[in-house]
C-alpha cells in the first residue's frame, strides 16, 4: 500500500493558537512524543518570527533525530537564512518557504503583482535548495486563488528545486469536492509535478479541515499537514488523529497507510492538552472522553455481545488506558512507574522519586487514585522543576461575614522564604494579591477556571489561568485537591513563566 506522509503542525500552526504558547522545555517534549508516535515530519517553528522560536527549532532539531525537523520562512532571503541556522544540526533538514497567491492578499497585505510573486517564490526557493536538499513551499490562500496561477507558480518553484509542493486552504475556505478538483488540476496542469510530492494544509474555519484533507488524499496528495488534537489559528488545522484514523479504519477505501503508531494517539493527545492548557472537548472523535463511550443501554448490550455492534474502531488502537480505576494507597512504586508507561510516560529516576511522593500523598487521602489524577500529579511534578519561585505554603479565611484573607509565603530563587498577606474581594483574589506583594510584576488575569478531573467530592481540581503582560499571554495551570490551594499553583506556574521570559529577553 501506498504511504501518506504525516506532517505534524502542532509546535508551529498549532502553538499559533490564541493563548497556546509553550515554553521551549514543553516543546521539546512534545517533539519528543511526536517522534514516538512516528510522524514523518515535525514542523518545529518559525525561526524568525522570536528568538524564542529560534531557539526551540534548534534544540529539537538536535534533539530528535528520527523524524525530518522543518523549519517555516515567508519568502525573505534573511527568513531563509535564519530557517536554516536553525535547523542546520538536525539529522533530516527541511526548509519550508511560504508566500502569499490570492489576488486578495496580493492586493490588500502584499502590495504586489503576480509577477513578484512568480520570481520571489522561484528565488527564495532556489536560496533554501543551496543549503538544504529537501524543500517545501506553500503557495499561501491556495484555495482562494485562480488554479492557473497556482499551476504557473508550483513549475517555477518546482524547476527550482522544491520537492514538496504544499497546498494551503489557508482560511479554511474549501469545499471537499472542490478542493480535491484543484489537487486533481494540479496533476493535470503542472508538467513536472512527478518531481515533488503533493501536500495539503486545511484550516477548519467551516468544520471541514479532515474533510478537505482526506478528498485531496483520494485524488493523489500524499502528505497532510495536521496537527494533535486540531489545535491551530482560529478554529484549528485538521486533527491529525481523525485523518490517521479514517485512513487505518477505512482502509478499505483508501488502500493506503501511514507510518503512524496509533497506541501513542492518546498518550499525545493528553500532551498537548495538558501542556496548552486546550481541553478536549468530551464529544471529539478518537480522543475526547466519550468518544468511547457507550450510553444508551441497547448500544451497552450490544457492546457486551460484540464490540463491533457500536465501535468502529478498538479504544486500544489509539492508546485508551485498559482500564480507568486503578491504583491505591498500598501501591507500590513499581505499579506506578507501570501505569505510568501504559500512559505513555516515561520518567527518569529522580521524577519517579517525586512523583511517588505525590502519588502517595494523594492516595492517603484518598482510595482510589484514577489515570486521570495520576497524569495531573506527574504535570503538577514537571511544572515545579523549572521555576523562579515556588509556593512555599498558603493559609486563607474566607466566609461569608469576614473579609477574605490570605497570607502567603514563597521561596525565591536564592532560597529565600518571603512572606506576605492580602485582603481580596474572595480567597483567590487574595492570595493572588498576597503573591503579587512579594513577586511584583504588573499583569491582567484574563481567565480562570477551575475543573474536577474526576467525579467525587474528593476529587482534584485543576485550575486553568492566563495572564496577560507587555501585550504577552502566559497560561498556568495547577492542581490540588484543594482548589485555593490549584489557584496558587496555577497563578506562579503562570508567573513563573512571565519572569522566565522577561528575563531570557533582557
Ligand atoms: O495556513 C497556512 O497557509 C499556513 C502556511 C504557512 C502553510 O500555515
Ligand atoms: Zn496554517
Not at 112 to 136: G, H, I, P, Q, T
Not at 264 to 275: D, G, H, K, N, T
Not at 457 to 475: C, F, H, K, N
Request: net charge neutral; charged share 25%.
Amino acid at each position: 500500500m501506498e504511504r501518506v506522509i504525516v506532517f505534524d503542525t502542532t509546535l508551529r500552526d498549532g502553538e499559533q493558537s490564541a493563548g497556546a504558547a509553550l515554553n521551549i522545555k514543553e516543546k521539546l517534549e512534545i517533539a519528543k512524543q511526536l517522534e514516538k508516535l512516528g510522524v514523518d515530519v515535525i514542523e518545529a517553528g518559525f525561526p524568525i518570527s522570536s528568538p524564542g522560536d529560534f531557539e526551540a527549532v534548534r534544540l529539537i532539531a538536535k534533539e530528535v533525530r528520527k523524524p525530518i525537523i522543518c523549519a517555516l520562512c515567508h519568502a525573505m532571503p534573511e527568513a531563509v537564512d535564519r530557517a536554516w541556522e536553525a535547523i542546520k544540526n538536525a539529522a533530516h533538514p527541511r526548509i519550508h518557504v511560504f508566500l502569499s497567491a490570492s489576488d486578495i492578499h496580493l492586493v490588500y497585505q502584499l502590495k504586489k503583482s503576480r509577477e513578484d510573486v512568480l520570481r520571489d517564490s522561484r528565488d527564495m526557493v532556489a536560496r533554501a535548495k543551496k543549503y538544504c536538499n529537501d524543500v517545501e513551499f506553500s503557495p499561501m490562500d491556495a484555495s482562494r486563488t485562480e488554479p492557473e496561477y497556482i499551476y504557473q507558480i508550483l513549475e517555477g518553484v518546482i524547476k527550482a528545486g522544491a520537492t514538496t509542493v504544499n497546498i494551503p486552504d489557508t482560511v479554511g475556505y474549501a469545499i471537499p469536492g472542490e478542493f480535491g478538483n484543484l489537487i486533481e488540476g494540479i496533476f493535470n496542469n503542472v508538467p513536472n509535478i512527478d518531481k515533488a510530492t503533493i501536500s495539503v494544509h486545511c484550516h477548519n474555519d467551516l468544520g471541514l479541515a479532515v474533510a478537505n484533507s482526506l478528498e485531496a488524499i483520494k485524488r493523489g496528495a500524499r502528505q497532510v499537514e495536521c496537527t494533535i488534537n486540531g489545535i491551530g489559528e482560529r478554529a484549528g488545522n485538521a486533527s491529525l488523529e481523525e485523518i490517521v484514523m479514517a485512513i487505518m479504519t477505512r482502509k478499505d477505501f483508501f488502500h493506503l497507510t501511514t507510518n503512524i503508531n496509533t497506541a501513542q494517539i492518546y498518550p499525545a493527545s493528553r500532551l498537548v492538552s495538558e501542556l496548552t492548557g486546550f481541553v478536549v472537548q468530551p464529544n471529539k472523535a478518537i480522543v475526547g472522553g466519550n468518544a468511547f463511550r457507550h450510553e444508551s443501554g441497547i448500544h451497552q448490550d450490544g457492546v457486551i455481545k460484540m464490540p463491533i455492534t457500536y465501535e468502529i474502531m478498538n479504544p486500544r488502537d489509539v492508546g485508551l488506558p485498559s482500564s480507568s480505576l486503578v491504583l491505591g494507597k498500598l501501591s507500590g512504586r513499581r505499579a506506578l512507574k507501570e501505569r505510568l508507561a501504559e500512559l505513555g510516560y516515561s520518567l527518569n529516576e529522580e521524577e519517579l522519586v517525586r512523583a511517588f511522593t505525590a502519588f502517595k500523598e494523594l492516595a492517603d487521602k484518598k482510595r482510589k487514585v484514577t489515570d486521570r489524577e495520576i497524569e495531573s500529579l506527574v504535570a503538577e511534578e514537571k511544572r515545579t522543576v523549572s521555576e523562579v519561585y515556588h509556593l512555599d505554603r498558603i493559609q486563607v479565611t474566607c466566609g461569608d461575614r469576614g473579609i477574605p484573607t490570605a497570607a502567603v509565603s514563597l521561596v525565591d530563587p536564592k532560597g529565600k522564604v518571603l512572606a506576605d498577606a492580602a485582603l481580596g474581594t474572595g480567597p483567590v483574589d487574595a492570595v493572588y494579591k498576597a503573591i503579587n506583594r512579594i513577586v511584583g510584576v504588573t499583569n491582567k488575569l484574563t481567565e480562570f477556571s477551575v475543573k474536577s478531573i474526576t467525579e467525587g467530592i474528593d476529587a482534584i481540581g485543576e485550575v486553568l489561568i492566563r495572564i496577560e503582560s507587555d501585550g504577552v499571554t502566559y497560561t498556568g495551570r495547577g492542581a490540588d485537591m484543594d482548589i485555593i490551594v490549584a489557584s496558587a499553583k496555577a497563578y506562579m506556574n503562570a508567573l513563573n513563566r512571565l519572569l522566565a521570559a522577561k528575563k531570557k529577553a533582557k
